[in-house]
């Protein structure tokens, strides 16, 4: 788990946890559009007050490419596990999500008794 940016502290502690799939053995910002979108989702979680976490499970876990879409899977539930033992509410994007610069803040359009969420294609 790495800590990219703190958010603003007021109320609620929010958190964007950035979940990396990439090969285990390679750093999380090795892909060349990490960067893009991290300073995308950066800017978003400013935008929000939260803070902006990256999980990348060093231990793959028998994960290879037969069964890494259900391992892609298991990091995002792990990373959702370990966001709500530390923050109120969470958002769990993955490392190729590119964040617009007029999205609308999900934590206040996502009502805080359910939870939000949308299929991958």
Known sequence: LVIVKRGKRGGERLAIIVVSTAHPELPYNSRPWTPLVMKR???YASRCGADVLVFKEIDSGGCD????????????????KFGFKEYDRVLVLDDTA????DAANLFQ?????VVGGTFES
């Open 41 to 43: 989702i950066e800017s």
């Open 65 to 80: 490419e037969s069964n890494f879409r259900l391992c892609g899977m298991l990091m995002k539930l792990k990373a959702l």
């Open 98 to 101: 590119l964040v617009r610069g």
């Open 109 to 113: 359009v996502v009502p805080e008794d």
